[in-house]
Antibody, heavy 119, light 107 residues
């Protein structure tokens, strides 16, 4: 069935790094623009990063620019988020999702993976 | 960057009441607006796309309207299963932006 499954979250110390992965199945991943969205505990949704279907166009929220890197491997139907120089304020549930700009695309979200930045 | 201002931040209504949430964009986004429903511990679920189109499988008591900068989301008759937080999101421009959310509770 159509799904996105995130992995790679965990507990990391401030200044540390994590790499999140998102595995897609049940749809043609290479056709879709993708985004990472996060939600801090008890807070609202915050868009983090976007990548076009080919990977040629990439955008970041100001809060993560220069620290996070989004990438994708269409051959492996996978999306990634490399997170460096992590801060306490990066603590959140991280969701991968199809981007609404995808022409005639479905709206699909993963179940999320939790990132906790704490000493 | 486009800012999305959503109101109210929370509301309490009775079963069967009409519930209205508004979302205002800081600049014209045409109809590039989604509304999501999020229940505790779950990922968001698309309810309305392109400002006014009901997502497949979503009950018809949900509706959306608006274009440009001002948008409205309505539940015509609130049901217990509608208890959730609702978010608007613009996708006219990057960076994307969500509204702050509206928590809907039963009175």
């Amino acid at each position: 069935q159509v799904q996105l499954v995130e992995s790679g979250g965990g507990l990391v110390k401030p200044g540390g790094s994590l790499r999140l992965s998102c595995a897609a199945s049940g749809f043609t991943f290479s056709d879709y623009y993708m985004s990472w969205i996060r939600q801090a505990p008890g807070k609202g949704l915050e868009w983090v990063s976007y990548i076009s279907s080919s990977g040629n166009s990439i955008y970041y929220a100001d809060s993560v620019k220069g620290r996070f890197t989004i990438s994708r491997d269409n051959a492996k139907n996978s999306l990634y988020l490399q997170m460096n120089s992590l801060r306490a304020e990066d603590t959140a549930m991280y969701y991968c999702a199809t981007d609404p700009e995808t022409p005639y695309g479905m709206d699909v979200w993963g179940q999320g993976t939790t990132v906790t930045v704490s000493s | 960057d486009i800012q999305m201002t959503q109101s109210p931040s929370s509301l309490s209504a009775s079963v069967g009441d009409r519930v209205t949430i508004t979302c205002q964009a800081s600049q014209d986004i045409s109809n590039y607006l989604n509304w999501y429903q999020q229940k505790p511990g779950k990922a968001p679920n698309l309810v309305i796309y392109d400002a006014s189109n009901l997502e497949t499988g979503v009950p018809s008591r949900f509706s959306g309207s608006g274009s440009g900068t001002d948008f409205t989301f309505t539940i015509s008759s609130l049901q217990p299963e509608d208890i959730a937080t609702y978010y608007c999101q613009q996708y006219d421009n990057l960076p994307r932006a969500f509204g702050g959310g509206t928590k809907v509770e039963i009175k």
